[in-house]
């Protein structure tokens, strides 16, 4: 038996989220196409007959701009500390001025002695030939243990990079019961995935402003759930562009959240959205810790 725990880290939008959900086959972490939609540390457990691996999804590797960017960073280095194997993922399309900050973003990684797998994201995205040169300046960044070129979408080459990853994990037992797939209670999932919704509807500054908060999360005798959730904002302006006009953009996410949450749940939901205010919520270390950002 082995197993283990691996770190999944890059940069924003590289698909570490979606790598983890497609190993794990089921939606454990939300993914859109916002930088750092991750903000905490998510665990997903893979598992088989002879192998368990833990994989822990984390924030992008960026320069944090306020408290929460802060605890990201934290998230990031207490994610990486007493792991088996790291996976760095790099968008295979990657310009030409962007290799810097990668350089940047593994200078980090160089202070330990984990094996690191280079996983190169989107390869269904790109022509074959072009995925060559990119492969080469990438091996010239850092001397990685292994490179595996995925789609993490398709779920192309999954198989290569279990395989690989097997390779570095020590004997050992099972962490998690056979049938664990991730340690997120169910109201954090819920919460989760209502942001998601919020993340994918909005413009590109407000979505970064916003957190959610289950505020009742009960189950009926019939086997339906009744929930009420709170979308903080950071600005009053913002309160009226989420809701929309005639409450019709809140609707959508509540909409498109639900049928999510059904699916998470298997069973019937009652959703209310609530929009509230709490100015410049992301440097205030007490509401981050109330909301879970520890």
Same mark, same amino acid.
């Given at each position: 038996?082995?197993?283990?725990?691996?770190?999944?880290?890059?940069r924003?939008?590289?698909?570490?989220?979606t790598?983890?959900?497609?190993?794990?086959?089921?939606?454990?972490?939300?993914?859109?196409?916002?930088?750092?939609t991750?903000?905490?540390?998510?665990? $997903? @457990?893979?598992?088989?007959?002879?192998c368990?691996?833990?994989?822990?999804?984390? /924030?992008?590797?960026h320069?944090?701009?306020?408290?929460?960017?802060?605890?990201?960073?934290?998230?990031?280095?207490?994610?990486?500390?007493?792991?088996?194997?790291?996976?760095?993922?790099?968008d295979?399309?990657? #310009?030409?001025?962007? #290799?810097?900050?990668?350089?940047?973003?593994?200078?980090?990684?160089?202070? !330990?002695?984990? /094996?690191?797998?280079?996983?190169?994201?989107?390869?269904?995205?790109?022509?074959?030939?072009?995925?060559? /040169? @990119?492969?080469?300046?990438?091996?010239?960044?850092?001397? =990685? !243990?292994?490179?595996? /070129?995925?789609?993490?979408?398709?779920?192309?080459?999954?198989?290569?990079l279990?395989?690989e990853?097997?390779k570095?994990?020590?004997?050992?037992?099972? =962490?998690?019961?056979d049938?664990?797939?991730?340690? &997120?209670?169910?109201? &954090?999932?819920?919460?989760?995935?209502?942001?998601?919704?919020?993340?994918?509807?909005?413009? &590109?500054?407000?979505?970064h $402003?916003?957190?959610?908060?289950?505020?009742?999360?009960?189950r009926?005798?019939?086997?339906?759930?009744?929930?009420?959730?709170?979308?903080?904002?950071?600005?009053?302006?913002?309160? $009226?562009?989420?809701? $929309?006009?005639?409450?019709?953009?809140?609707? &959508?996410?509540?909409?498109?959240?639900?049928?999510?949450?059904?699916r =998470?749940?298997?069973?019937?939901?009652?959703?209310?959205?609530?929009v509230?205010?709490?100015?410049?919520?992301?440097?205030?270390? !007490?509401?981050m810790?109330?909301?879970? =950002?520890?």
């Amino acid at each position: 038996m082995k197993s283990g725990f691996i770190a999944i880290t890059g940069r924003p939008n590289a698909g570490k989220s979606t790598l983890l959900n497609k190993i794990i086959g089921e939606k454990v972490a939300i993914v859109s196409n916002k930088p750092q939609t991750t903000r905490t540390k998510i665990l $997903g @457990v893979h598992t088989e007959d002879d192998c368990q691996m833990v994989l822990i999804d984390t /924030p992008g590797i960026h320069k944090p701009k306020n408290k929460l960017g802060q605890r990201m960073e934290k998230y990031i280095y207490t994610a990486t500390q007493d792991i088996d194997v790291m996976l760095y993922i790099v968008d295979c399309n990657i #310009y030409d001025n962007e #290799y810097e900050s990668e350089r940047k973003a593994l200078e980090g990684l160089k202070k !330990s002695d984990v /094996p690191v797998i280079l996983v190169v994201n989107k390869i269904d995205t790109v022509p074959k030939l072009s995925l060559l /040169p @990119v492969l080469d300046k990438l091996k010239s960044l850092y001397d =990685f !243990s292994g490179i595996v /070129p995925v789609s993490a979408q398709k779920g192309n080459n999954m198989g290569e990079l279990l395989k690989e990853i097997r390779k570095f994990l020590p004997e050992g037992p099972k =962490f998690f019961p056979d049938d664990t797939i991730t340690d &997120q209670p169910e109201r &954090q999932i819920v919460a989760e995935l209502i942001r998601e919704k919020a993340l994918r509807l909005l413009n &590109q500054e407000i979505p970064h $402003g916003i957190a959610v908060e289950i505020e009742k999360m009960k189950r009926r005798d019939n086997g339906t759930y009744e929930i009420l959730a709170a979308i903080y904002c950071e600005r009053e302006s913002h309160k $009226g562009i989420i809701i $929309g006009k005639g409450g019709e953009k809140l609707k &959508q996410i509540g909409s498109r959240a639900r049928a999510d949450i059904e699916r =998470f749940l298997d069973s019937k939901v009652y959703l209310e959205l609530w929009v509230k205010v709490n100015e410049d919520w992301r440097n205030k270390e !007490s509401f981050m810790n109330t909301m879970g =950002f520890e």
